[in-house]
């Protein structure tokens, strides 16, 4: 009787420690979104939306970004790589870090996607995640964040865009 109560004890010791690693990369909180949506601003509408090729990536991956633009006008934005921009949700402090994608600024010249544009001309972009650094932790969640701007002249113009998406990345 005593060894099934030391193994029941074992396995739910087992399984919590298992479902609190799984939470340590687990995706950010309503509340945590929240504070993301008040950092950045009233940007995110809906009609910019960025994409992954997938939401799990390995150390040594690629993450393909796909911008597609829903506006109705033209959106510009500061380099070929949209500007993207990488944040980490530290769950000790309640804040949104900034955290480095590990490469630099992509060509300075503007990029611009129309809108209603085919799929092949809508934004895409890749980056590696070789030089990402993870502190120790087997996983880390990134939020990648896009902004934009379209004209005062077009369509809904004069406004600031933005767009994000998470993605998990694990160590070696």
């Not at 939306?49 to 690629?62: F, I």
């Not at 600024?105 to 980056?127: L, M, S, W």
Request: charged share 20%; glycine share 12%; proline share 5%.
């Amino acid at each position: 009787m005593r060894s099934q109560s030391m193994e029941c004890y074992v396995l739910r010791m087992s399984l919590m420690l298992v479902l609190l690693l799984a939470g340590c990369a687990g995706k950010p909180s309503e509340q945590a979104d929240l504070l993301f949506t008040q950092m950045i601003g009233p940007i995110f509408d809906g009609t910019l939306l960025l994409h992954t090729d997938r939401e799990r990536y390995t150390h040594d991956d690629w993450v393909a970004v796909l911008l597609e633009n829903q506006t109705g006008g033209t959106v510009y934005f500061p380099d070929q790589s949209f500007g993207v921009q990488g944040f980490r949700y530290n769950e000790s402090t309640g804040h949104w870090d900034p955290y480095s994608l590990g490469f630099g600024v992509g060509n300075p010249v503007r990029k611009r996607i129309e809108p209603d544009a085919r799929p092949i001309e809508q934004g895409f972009y890749q980056f590696p995640t070789d030089r990402m650094v993870f502190d120790g932790a087997k996983a880390i969640r990134i939020r990648l964040l896009v902004i934009g701007y379209s004209l005062p002249l077009e369509r809904g113009g004069g406004q600031r865009r933005g767009a994000y998406v998470d993605i998990e990345v694990t160590a070696r």
